[in-house]
C-alpha cells in the first residue's frame, strides 16, 4: 500500500512540472483585434503553444497579402513538432475560415494556417491535454469499443464453462469494485453531460487544464473531485485484490473489472448526450447495489471452511452441511 502511495505522489508530481516554452513579443496582425474578447472566445492568444497531432501545411502570407517574413513559400509541421502562436488575423474575405493563425517551430519554420486546421491538427502543448485528446480520439474510441465487444464475448464464454471471477455476477468479498463501478458510470455520464451541455466550459478547461478541483468553474470541480475519488478507489480496490489468496485469480479478475469499467464509460459517456442515458445510469446503479447486497452480503457462514451463506445447508465451497 505504501509503494502504491509513493507511485501516486510521483505521478502527481510529475504531472506538475512546468517548463518554459518559446515565448513571442513581436505583433502584427494582433494589433487590431480585441485580445479580451479573442481570448474568451477562442480560448488562447499570443505565446500559446500546440503540439502537432498531424501535418499541418503552412502558407508564408495570409490571401492577398505579400509575405511579410523571409520564410519559404510554404511549410510542413510534422507530427509533434512544437510550436507557439505568434501573431492572429481575421480576414473577412475568407468565406472558408476567417480567423488566421501565425505559429513558429523556429526561426525558419512558421506561416499562417487556418484556425480551424490548426484545432483539428493540434492540441495544447501540456500533458493533461494530450491524453483527453488520445483518448478521445474516434480511432481509438473505435478500438476500444471492439476490444470491450471481445472482451464481453470472452466473458460469456469463461462464465459458462467454469468458475470465473466477475464484478456483479461472482464478486469478491468486497464493495470496493462495484463502488468502483459506480463511480465510474457516473462521471463517464457527467462527462458526457458537460460536453453536451456546456462545451465551452469544457474546452476552456481542455486548454488550461489542471488536476486541483478548487479554484474552477462548479461542474469542472466536481468531475475533478470524482476523478480523484476514483483513483483512490481504484487504490483500494487493488490493495483488496492484492490480499486474496489465488494471485491467478485476482489477476483475471482485475482485468475483468477494467474492462467492465472501460465498457461502462463508453457506453454512458455517448448515451446520455441521447438523453436515454440518464434512466439507464439510474437503473444500472439499481443493479449494481442489488447484486451487491444479495451476494456479498451473508448472514451465515460454513463451520467447515468459513464461506459466507445466504441459506443454511451444503456449503456451496466445500459441500459441508450446515443446520
Known amino acids: 500500500m505504501r509503494s502504491i502511495l509513493f507511485l501516486l505522489f510521483a505521478v502527481c508530481a510529475m504531472v506538475s512540472c ?9 505583433f502584427w496582425h494582433t494589433s487590431g483585434i480585441d ?18 497531432t498531424d501535418s499541418i501545411p503552412l502558407e508564408a502570407s495570409l490571401p492577398g497579402e505579400v509575405a511579410s517574413i523571409f520564410v519559404p513559400d510554404s511549410a510542413i509541421l510534422e507530427t509533434d513538432d512544437q510550436v507557439v502562436v505568434t501573431d492572429i488575423a481575421i480576414v473577412p474575405a475568407d468565406a472558408e475560415d476567417s480567423v488566421w493563425v501565425m505559429v513558429a517551430r523556429d526561426q525558419m519554420t512558421m506561416g499562417w494556417v487556418h484556425e480551424q486546421t490548426l484545432l483539428e491538427r493540434a492540441v495544447p502543448d501540456n500533458g493533461v491535454s494530450r491524453f483527453i485528446h488520445h483518448f478521445s480520439d474516434s480511432r481509438i474510441l473505435l478500438f476500444l ?6 472482451f464481453i464475448l470472452f466473458i460469456v464464454q469463461r462464465f459458462r464453462r467454469e468458475h470465473f471471477l466477475i464484478v456483479h455476477f461472482n464478486d469478491i468479498r468486497s464493495f470496493y469494485p462495484t463502488l468502483l463501478c459506480l463511480c465510474m458510470s457516473g462521471l463517464a455520464a457527467f462527462y458526457g453531460s458537460i460536453q453536451n451541455f456546456q462545451p465551452e466550459v469544457w474546452k476552456e478547461f481542455f486548454f488550461y487544464p489542471t488536476l486541483n478541483p478548487f479554484g474552477q468553474p462548479r461542474v469542472i470541480m466536481l468531475f475533478l473531485i470524482g476523478v480523484w475519488a476514483l483513483l483512490v478507489i481504484f487504490i483500494a480496490v487493488v490493495d483488496d485484490i492484492r490480499k486474496q489468496p489465488d494471485v491467478v485469480n485476482g489477476v483475471s479478475y482485475m482485468i475483468s473489472l477494467c474492462g467492465v469499467c472501460m465498457s461502462l464509460y463508453l457506453f454512458f459517456s455517448v448515451s446520455v448526450q441521447y438523453y436515454i442515458g440518464y434512466p439507464l445510469l439510474l437503473l444500472y446503479w439499481a443493479f449494481a447495489l442489488h447484486r451487491h447486497l444479495r451476494h456479498n452480503t451473508a448472514p451465515y457462514v460454513c463451520g467447515a471452511c468459513g464461506a459466507p451463506l445466504h441459506t443454511l445447508g451444503k456449503c456451496p465451497n466445500c459441500g459441508s452441511i450446515n443446520e
Open 18 to 26: 512546468h517548463r518554459d516554452r518559446p515565448q513571442c513579443t513581436e
Open 35 to 52: 485580445s479580451v474578447a479573442f481570448r474568451q472566445q477562442h480560448h488562447f492568444w499570443k505565446n500559446f503553444n500546440f503540439v502537432a
Open 145 to 150: 469499443s471492439c476490444l470491450c465487444l471481445a
